[in-house]
């Protein structure tokens, strides 16, 4: 099979890479995180760099292993992994405060894999709560008490 990328494609699939492993838990500024599930494949893609036209996106440390420059790690892709960070976390934090106030709710210490629709429209109230709430303050009016619910 032969595939052909212009430079500018594979710049693309060189960014889709680097935040694919990161998402996988690789940091470029620590080869030591690369997982060891992607580590060959990644290093065949960073070493097509050069004849591909991308010599500017990939370099190699002192054993030879390639990973990407600050150039492809910068810029949109950074942008990229700030947007996927802030959603992921606005998204959990909303999700488990949620399920853990239906739970108060209910009276139950843990909710099952279904919820009925009683319970789903319950959930979606708690979450669109919040959602209006972080979405007017962050975190300004978020509060922890320490040992206990207070």
Known sequence: MKVSF????????LELAHLGLWVAGARPDDPATMPERY??????????????????????DVNGQYFPTEKLTEGVVH???????????WSELVGRLAERDLRAELGVTELSEELDDEQAEQLDRI???????????????LVVLRGGKG
């Open 6 to 13: 212009t430079p500018k494609e594979y710049a693309r699939l």
């Open 39 to 60: 580590a060959d494949i990644a290093q065949k893609a960073f070493a097509l760099a050069e004849p591909l036209g991308c010599a500017d996106l990939v370099e190699t």
């Open 79 to 89: 942008e990229k992994i700030d947007q996927f960070v802030e959603d992921a976390f």
């Open 127 to 141: 979450e669109d709560s919040y959602w209006r709430e972080f979405e007017a303050s962050g975190v300004d009016h």
